[in-house]
């Protein structure tokens, strides 16, 4: 069986979103992160949380995390939670770090090497793939690929979450 992650690597980033229905479901994960420590989806419930899936590999993915990086600093005082789920395989994890120095990412990186929670979880066909999570812990939106237009799109994602009355401020 050929993963998500293999076929998106094999057969390139996306650079534009395909439309996408999603269901309605909670979810929860937990993953290492980057920097010390173990974190799992469910803390953050109350929350309303963007999860971008990225690959250093992923040239689009090169133009969607700084985007991502400005939105978490524009909304964290408002409550919201924003990481970076790397899904780089295991012998490629030495990467990371550099890769978020060099695009002066301050998201928090989350690593998922086996692909575990990008592929069975989320269900990640395309990279970049960012998720609005709102506060119950449901996905609400997804953002495949990448367009110039990913941050207006977020930020009214994001607001409409607010708006519904998550996170508390």
């Known amino acids: 069986m050929v993963s998500a992650i293999a076929v998106a ?3 390139g980033c996306a ?14 994960f937990a993953v290492n ?8 989806l469910s803390e953050d419930r ?3 949380v963007m999860v971008d899936v990225f690959a250093t590999w992923c040239e689009p993915c090169q133009e969607s995390l700084p985007i991502v990086d400005a939105l978490a600093h524009e909304y964290r005082a408002r409550g919201v939670r924003m ?11 030495k990467d990371v770090g550099p890769f978020i120095q060099k695009l002066n990412i301050r998201l928090p990186v989350l690593l998922d090497p086996d692909g575990d929670v ?4 989320l269900h990640v066909q395309r990279m970049p ?10 996905i609400r939106f997804r953002n495949e690929g990448f ?6 799109t977020a930020e009214t994602q994001v607001e409409s979450l607010i708006a519904e009355g998550g996170p508390p401020l």
């Open 33 to 40: 992160r980057l920097v010390g420590g173990v974190y799992k």
């Open 83 to 93: 990481y970076a789920l790397n899904v780089d395989a295991r012998e490629n994890l």
């Open 129 to 138: 793939t960012s998720f609005v999570i709102d506060a119950d812990g449901v």
């Open 118 to 121: 990008a592929e069975k979880v």
């Open 9 to 11: 690597a094999a057969t």
């Open 46 to 48: 109350g929350h309303v």
């Open 147 to 152: 367009t110039p237009e990913l941050l207006r």
């Open 15 to 28: 650079t534009h979103p395909p439309p996408r229905p999603h269901r309605e479901v909670e979810v929860d």
